[in-house]
């Protein structure tokens, strides 16, 4: 007779989260403020002034934006508020930085409406893989927001795990 088949992981009361599953919806662009430079080291403030005014705009609306510098210029502080003015009223969100930024900035607002009450002594998996390129940065952020809760916290594939903390009693 042949013996009944266990599925012993999903009794095993391990717990799986799938980053993915919070990586950010938007769509991501950059705005460079290196073109609006003069030689593209200089901001002259009426020439940059004429030239968010000519900016087409619309191109950024429903998306999420990054503003930064692809140059070594220096920046005064109120050429990033200039251009958030123009922003604002059409990006879904706009950080200061680069896109990869902007993926970390919008995946941690994800992360953060993760109620973690709910893994108190759970055993956790992170997942290892998957589709969409996840950064070190949502793994650290997710086990930064665990560790107060979770029993113990690997990464991997519930089947095969690397284990990360484990909880001392």
């Known amino acids: 007779m042949a013996e009944e088949i266990i599925n012993k992981i999903a009794t095993s009361g391990i717990v799986s989260i799938d980053l993915e599953d919070y990586y950010p919806k938007e769509t991501l662009v950059e705005f460079d403020l290196k073109p609006f430079l003069f030689m593209e080291m200089i901001l002259k403030e009426k020439d940059f002034r004429q030239q968010l005014k000519e900016q087409d705009w619309q191109q950024y609306t ?45 995946f941690l607002k994800n992360i953060e409406t993760i109620d973690f009450a709910v893994f ?47 909880r001392r009693r």
Do not use: H
């Open 62 to 106: 429903g998306k999420a934006v990054a503003v930064y510098c692809s140059t070594d210029a220096i920046i005064p502080r109120w050429a990033y508020m200039l251009v958030v003015t123009y922003l604002q009223p059409i990006a879904l969100e706009i950080i200061a930085g680069t896109k990869d930024d902007l993926l970390n900035n919008l």
């Open 120 to 166: 108190r002594e759970k055993r956790i998996v992170i997942k290892g893989c998957g589709d969409l390129e996840v950064s070190a940065f949502a793994y650290l952020e997710i086990t930064k927001r665990l560790l107060p809760y979770a029993q113990s916290i690997m990464y991997g594939e519930p089947c095969s795990t690397v284990p990360v903390f484990k």
